[in-house]
């Protein structure tokens, strides 16, 4: 409950146009001379309000904040033209005292700096540079817990609760802003209820309780006529009490009531879990307010949500109580659990073992008669090297972290249930109350790939027509329609944090108002460092930006959920780095890293607009090596560009290294290095058209005409080019013809292969592009190469494609068959044939010369050696290798 403050010696009415009291010194203003104290719970609105309108009369000034926590009301704090606010450091910190949009708004020529502006998870906007503004400086501030307000009786809700969250908003008009040092830290987005979670239990439909099992006296002395205890359960509808949707869980337990498995309740549960699992669980619940329900303090406890552990066989007849357990007792929230390694425990072992605690998580008068949002994350396990995990976070604040053993060592899990368990009363114990009611709704759970927003209750859907997805964002820098881009917003020297969800999450946007046509923003993002951007880190979609030696880390590794896209398209960690949507934008220098993967390490997509003077160079991108790849590329081209640079960049760890969607036109590529990828390069240049022989000679030496553009108008700018060939993977000289043509010359190659080509600029390669000719086989040298008429002359063969081959002959005036045998010594008997050794070499037995003209005498004649290749390759006779009979 905050209070106001009345401002020192002069009424507040007048505090926004005159001091209250004189400045403490010239051109000072301190708020604790205006009533301002920090940490005291009172409303500062007024005090803060009065130094900056008293700083802004005197046409500028410092307003000064010491040390501490102050409460102010969103949507009041202005800082105006040539004034400072200006506090000690991070310990001074502005936060609201109720949901609204915007916290503190900054005029043109103002500076706000030493300060820490904590949404506490209630306003949309941390701080909004005002439209119009010049010459504005944010400097050492940190700006946390951003996000629209998730629960519908907030001052605001129906406004805010649609509204996409943004630390720092830079508004259209502007002109020269400057961040220096600045931090972001938690800026989160509202959703819809996630598609990825495990089981909803939210109470709804004609089977309100289906999949859980419900413990409660109506529902377990079935024999007895009239059933007792009706009361103790209902799917109750509005005006009862609903969280979301059509109904909600009414638990009713009397002191009068039977007991249930030894003690009195009212519960639902479900089935165990297997042991050692890690899960989101998230649940709201209502304390009801005044009536004759009201929810009064006991001093008796009371569960209404536990994780009971199962027991092994040899337990059965020990008590143990839950290792997890959320009670009420003396008007407080109170969580107890307990561990214990060992086989065999019960209460009094893991007592005196010092393994229980009892935690009071504060009073719950504030509470009642309002739904409470509960979220537990939770590792289980009963040994440190299970590494065990419990965060409490209580309407998405979180209210207690612990590592350590957190449950028993059991075969089987635990399992949930939540309703009202109160022992107490069937025990006999001191009670101060003989009725409670509590509501529940909103049940979920989901593994450990799950998050706070996935199990946590839905805001409203946006309105028709709105992107569907989350979105938040670090920095934006955005216009209206009809504002220009703001200009000249430099961004350095600052750290981000934790922006997201996954769906939309981006922690720079350089953001115009779609225009056609816009000017340059000359925005600079330099020297920055990015850490659980969970979309992206920089987002670019107007004209005019450099985005410099700033360090992306990509820290998820299957942590990072979409919340509302469909876990199927959920391949890589996050979607990219840096984005460049606009055209004359500058990636240099940055380091994007990280032990997650991304879909493209930096993007380059004009979504169907051709972008112009895009340049990538001097970046390390690399996924790490051990995530998920997927469809990952390192730098990815989508989309039609001219004149894109990438040079001097370091690429390792993906499915492909650079990719273009789309060859640019007038690219530039040099000094790029590609590890430990499937496809270093792929599209970013047109593949050329190859020329060739049907037949080239396996001995290489043919020539191979490249048919393209962009190969330089001068030789002088062929070589600027900086244009290689590999043949078969092997480099080879390549002559410059004209800008549309060059040549190579084949190396050697396999009879019957096709050579694979591959045309390079600056260490760019096209796509492989075979030749329309094959490698042939051929005889290249014969001895001896005369013979008498007679024959009977042993001699050797030497080519090529030798290996499998059949149909040997001499053709000339007539026709000669070889018969094909097995072992050179087979040919001593046989008056004529032929014996392969190897791929390349034979031995021949020549017979007499044919009888060309019919005498039945051998004739004289030159005659050739040829065969048929094996698989069909070709054949490729050789000029002047011939046999002469004389």
Request: glycine share 12%; proline share 8%.
């Amino acid at each position: 409950m905050y209070r106001r403050r009345a401002l020192v010696a002069v009424p507040v009415a007048l505090a926004l146009v005159a001091p209250a009291v004189p400045a403490t010194a010239a051109g000072i203003f301190d708020v604790a001379a205006y009533g301002a104290r920090p940490g005291d719970g009172i409303d500062d609105t007024a005090a803060f309000s009065a130094a900056l309108g008293a700083a802004a009369a005197a046409r500028g000034g410092t307003v000064r904040v010491s040390y501490g926590v102050y409460d102010v009301r969103p949507d009041r704090l202005g800082v105006g033209a040539g004034v400072t606010l200006a506090g000690a450091g991070p310990g001074t910190v502005l936060r609201p005292v109720d949901h609204g949009f915007n916290l503190v708004a900054v005029g043109g020529g103002a500076t706000v700096s030493g300060l820490t502006v904590d949404g506490d998870d209630k306003v949309v906007r941390g701080v909004t540079v005002a439209v119009g503004a010049t010459g504005v400086r944010l400097t050492d501030i940190t700006v946390r817990s951003i996000a629209p307000p998730r629960e519908p009786g907030a001052t605001g809700y129906a406004v805010n609760a649609t509204q996409s969250p943004a630390a720092i908003h830079v508004s259209g008009n502007t002109d020269g802003v400057l961040l220096d040092r600045v931090t972001v830290d938690g800026v989160r987005a509202g959703a819809t209820a996630s598609p990825n979670v495990q089981f909803t239990g939210a109470f709804e439909g004609a089977n309100p309780t289906f999949g859980w099992r419900r413990h409660n006296a109506n529902d377990y002395y079935l024999q007895e006529t009239p059933r007792p205890s009706p009361w103790a359960w209902q799917a109750v509808t509005s005006p009862s009490p609903v969280r979301a949707g059509d109904k909600a869980l009414r638990s009713e337990l009397r002191r009068e009531d039977r007991p249930v498995y030894g003690g009195n309740r009212s519960e639902v549960l479900l089935d165990p879990e297997r042991p050692r699992e890690e899960h989101w669980y998230g649940f709201s619940i209502l304390l009801p307010r005044g009536g004759d329900e009201d929810y009064a303090a006991d001093r008796s406890a009371e569960v209404l949500a536990q994780w009971h552990s199962s027991p092994d066989e040899w337990e059965r007849n020990e008590r143990i109580s839950p290792p997890l357990a959320l009670y009420t007792v003396n008007g407080t929230w109170e969580i107890r659990r307990l561990w214990d390694h060992r086989t065999w425990s019960s209460n009094a072992s893991m007592e005196a073992a010092g393994q229980r605690e009892t935690r009071s998580l504060g009073s719950y008068e504030a509470d009642k008669g309002r739904w409470t949002d509960w979220a537990f994350h939770v590792r289980w396990g009963w040994l440190p090297e299970h590494r065990p995990l419990l965060e409490i976070y209580k309407n998405r604040r979180l209210v207690y972290r612990t590592t350590g053993p957190n449950t028993t060592n059991d075969v089987v899990g635990n399992y949930f249930k939540m309703g009202v368990y109160k022992w107490d009363w069937s025990d006999g114990r001191a009670s101060d109350t003989t009725r409670r009611v509590v509501y529940h709704d909103e049940y979920r759970v989901d593994d450990a790939s799950g998050s706070l927003d996935a199990v946590s209750p839905p805001v409203p859907p946006p309105p028709p027509g709105a992107w569907p997805y989350p979105v938040a964002r670090g920095v934006l820098v955005s216009s209206a329609p009809g504002q220009t881009i703001p200009r000249n917003v430099t961004i350095r020297a600052s750290a981000f944090r934790n922006v997201g969800p996954k769906d939309d999450g981006d922690c720079v946007v350089l953001q115009g108002n779609g225009a056609a046509v816009e000017p340059d923003a000359n925005l600079v993002v330099t020297g920055n460092s990015f850490t659980g951007c969970a979309k992206r880190a920089v987002k670019i979609q107007s004209p005019g930006a450099a985005v410099t030696y700033n360090t992306v880390d990509n820290p998820f590794l299957g942590t990072n959920p979409y919340v509302l896209r469909p876990a199927g398209i959920d391949t890589t960690d996050m979607y990219a780095g840096v984005s460049v949507y606009a055209s004359r934008v500058k990636v240099h220098g940055n380091r994007l890293s990280g032990v997650g993967s991304h879909y493209a390490g930096i993007d380059v997509n004009g979504n169907g607009v051709p972008l112009e003077d895009v340049t990538l160079t001097g970046n390390t991108v690399a996924n790490g090596a051990a995530s998920r790849i997927g469809p990952s590329s390192l730098i990815r081209v989508h989309s039609a560009v001219t004149r894109l640079a990438v040079q001097g960049n370091s690429m390792q760890y993906g499915t492909w290294g650079l990719r273009c969607d789309v060859p640019p036109t007038a690219p530039s590529y040099s000094g790029n290095t590609v590890r430990d990828t499937a496809t270093p390069y792929l599209g970013c240049l047109p593949a050329p058209q190859v020329g060739s022989a049907q037949m080239l000679r396996a001995a290489g030496g043919d020539p191979l005409t490249i048919t393209g553009t962009g190969f330089g108008a001068t030789a002088e700018a062929f070589r600027d080019a900086r244009i290689t060939v590999t043949v078969d993977g092997r480099s080879v000289p390549v002559t410059w013809v004209d800008d549309t043509t060059l040549r190579v010359t084949a190396p050697p190659g396999r009879p019957g292969a096709r050579p694979s080509l591959v045309l390079a600029r600056g260490g760019v390669a096209a796509v492989p592009v075979p030749a329309p000719g094959r490698y042939a086989a051929s005889v290249t040298l014969l001895s001896p190469t005369a013979v008498r008429l007679s024959g009977g002359v042993t001699g050797t063969v030497w080519g090529t494609g030798f290996r499998g081959s059949t149909g040997w002959r001499l053709d000339g005036a007539a026709v000669s068959a070889l018969p094909l045998v097995a072992t050179s010594a087979e040919l001593s008997g046989l008056p004529a044939g032929i014996a392969v050794l190897s791929d390349t070499s034979a031995v021949v037995k020549l017979p007499a010369a044919p009888d060309a003209d019919g005498d039945g005498r051998p004739d004289p004649g030159a005659y050739t050696l040829s065969f048929s290749p094996a698989d069909g390759a070709p054949y490729l006779l050789t000029a002047g290798v011939r046999l002469v009979y004389r």
